[in-house]
């Protein structure tokens, strides 16, 4: 019989281990749970309490890991977790006095750039604007300190009204321009707006858009072309310092940093709830750590009537499709066509999850309709006129996809991928061979290590009966892409052809080896049964039968 001692020590054993297994797989719901399980066991472990603040912290529960926080309160040793916790339930609080007290206090655990920013917004919740300039002013070196100085040295002076000295810092000077994110860009073009300077700051919107989609510039453009306008990018202390932690996860972004990136955005959220742009970062993070069932969670979050709400309704598809929910993704854009039918994005998003299924028919029409809402086809549209080609080729409607093709080549003429499905099908369909030649070397020029052109270039020269030509190409691409199933097809149909037959029966069975599709599989065994050349024979002989019935 196990003594209640013992069970009690497997048991935070056991809690213990598997949040620890949670914690290294970043998947904070089951560490959350599990150490908060093994700190029922052992309320005083300052490592368990540790590790569950970092899962609640992972999870947006800055309540749950400020309480936490709380419990480690040891003076001789500064955590940089607890500190940033308590730092962040300050600010969200705005008791500006308790935060410069955290932020003196763990202050050399920080990252110069986080603790000199944040103490500049300090200083402005305290309402000492004198001293918030002198903060961000200090941030004098190295040069890209000196920039994200002066870059929250304007939103805090566009935050108190002062417009004229934010755009002054906000266009540069000699040294620079300041915009420095997409961020800057609402922000200095809602400044000019306050100043009256509204066909300057249309005209900048108009040159970032350039023809493509962004719902929120094109609200705030639309806002200030009819004089509803007003600055509201960052009008407070905690929405500055909000900035600060959204900023820091941008500039770290890598793989190497996803779950420090992770807690500085949850912060940033926590901070200011309401930023749809956050909240996608939240999830874009969360996806890049394979928590995607908490991305898609996220994604969810975002409200209908928020300008991000159509990219994170895009997102949260995106990670269906990736967790093999094909059919849910659908629903979600089915139902997108229904509340924002409207914007072709919608149209071209369900087009690309459908052509990605093999649903080529539905694919096709999504994108059909996203071709007729938009009027004046833009550089930017080409990939809708490919994907569409692409769907027609398929369908078996050459004639369309070949004006498909084009027409994605005239809005982007060298586009490589456009180049190369086109030479590549018209190799297989046996027409035009020399054009597909030169389509498909233009591409390889464009594109000079794809394996999939070089592939294609290899084919289309044995189609042209230029056997010893195709053999270095092929040889090529077989090493840019050893494990494609056609590529090892096509290199062993170009050995046969040159007299090497036992390279040729080799590289066959090493497609075989690869899973190819079902027809393509009964046709290599048949050239290992046969030969290559009877195959060739055989399938002349039925296509003149076919033809002549």
């Not at 996203?370 to 369908?395: D, Q, S, T």
């Not at 390279?503 to 080896?513: D, V």
């Amino acid at each position: 019989m196990i003594a209640p001692a013992q069970m009690q020590a497997q048991g935070l054993a056991g809690a213990y281990l598997s949040g620890s297994s949670a914690s290294y797989r970043s998947d904070y719901k089951a560490a959350r749970h599990y150490f908060t399980l093994a700190l029922q066991k052992d309320p005083d472990n300052s490592s368990l309490v540790q590790n569950a603040m970092l899962a609640a912290l992972g999870m947006g529960e800055l309540d749950a890991a400020s309480e936490l926080a709380r419990r480690l309160d040891d003076p001789n040793h500064v955590n940089q977790l607890r500190s940033l916790i308590l730092l962040a339930d300050a600010l969200r609080m705005e008791d500006f006095e308790r935060a410069a007290v955290v932020l003196a206090d763990a202050k050399e655990g920080l990252t110069p750039i986080l603790s000199d920013l944040i103490a500049g917004w300090i200083e402005l919740g305290r309402g000492k604007m004198g001293a918030a300039i002198a903060a961000f002013d200090a941030m004098d070196t190295p040069e890209t300190l000196r920039l994200f100085g002066q870059y929250h040295k304007s939103l805090a002076l566009a935050a108190v009204g002062d417009f004229e000295e934010a755009d002054r810092l906000l266009t540069g000077d000699e040294r620079g321009s300041l915009r420095l994110s997409r961020g800057s860009l609402l922000a200095h073009t809602q400044i000019m707006a306050e100043l009256g300077r509204k066909d300057e700051a249309l005209e900048l919107l108009d040159s970032v858009l350039r023809g493509g989609q962004d719902i929120e510039i094109e609200a705030l453009r639309a806002a200030i072309a009819n004089d509803s306008s007003h600055y509201n990018y960052i009008t407070t202390a905690r929405q500055g310092a909000a900035e600060v932690f959204r900023m820091l996860a941008g500039v770290l972004a890598g793989p190497d940093n996803q779950q420090s990136n992770l807690l500085y955005v949850r912060i940033a959220q926590a901070l200011r709830p309401d930023n749809g742009e956050t909240t996608l970062l939240v999830a874009d993070i969360l996806r890049a750590l394979e928590q995607n069932e908490l991305a898609i969670e996220t994604y969810a979050t975002v409200p209908i009537d928020s300008a991000h709400y159509l990219d994170a309704e895009f997102g949260r598809a995106d990670t269906l499709v990736q967790l093999g929910k094909g059919d849910a993704a659908v629903e979600v854009l089915r139902s997108l066509t229904r509340s924002h039918g409207d914007n072709p994005r919608v149209h071209m998003t369900l087009g690309d999850i459908l052509r990605v299924a093999g649903k080529y028919s539905a694919s096709r029409a999504a994108y059909d309709q996203a071709v007729k809402m938009i009027k004046e086809p833009a550089r930017n549209h080409w990939f809708l006129f490919y994907a569409l080609g692409v769907c027609n080729e398929r369908l078996d409607n050459w004639p369309r996809a070949e004006m498909n093709f084009n027409r994605a080549l005239e809005l982007e003429p060298n586009q490589p991928d456009v180049l190369n499905y086109l030479g590549y099908s018209l190799v297989e369909k046996g027409l035009d061979l020399e054009r597909a030649q030169q389509l498909i070397e233009d591409a390889l020029k464009a594109r000079p290590n794809s394996g999939v052109i070089t592939d294609s270039l290899g084919w289309v020269r044995y189609r042209l009966g230029k056997f010893e030509a195709a053999v270095e190409p092929m040889e090529m691409a077989v090493e840019l892409l050893p494990d494609d199933p056609v590529v090892n097809d096509h290199l062993g149909d170009v050995y046969w052809k040159v007299g090497h037959k036992r390279r040729a029966e080799f590289q066959w069975r090493r497609a075989l080896s690869f899973e190819p599709e079902a027809k393509d599989e009964s046709r290599i065994l048949l050239k290992l049964e046969l030969g290559l050349d009877e195959v060739l024979d055989r399938e002349a002989k039925k296509e003149v039968q076919t033809g002549a019935q």
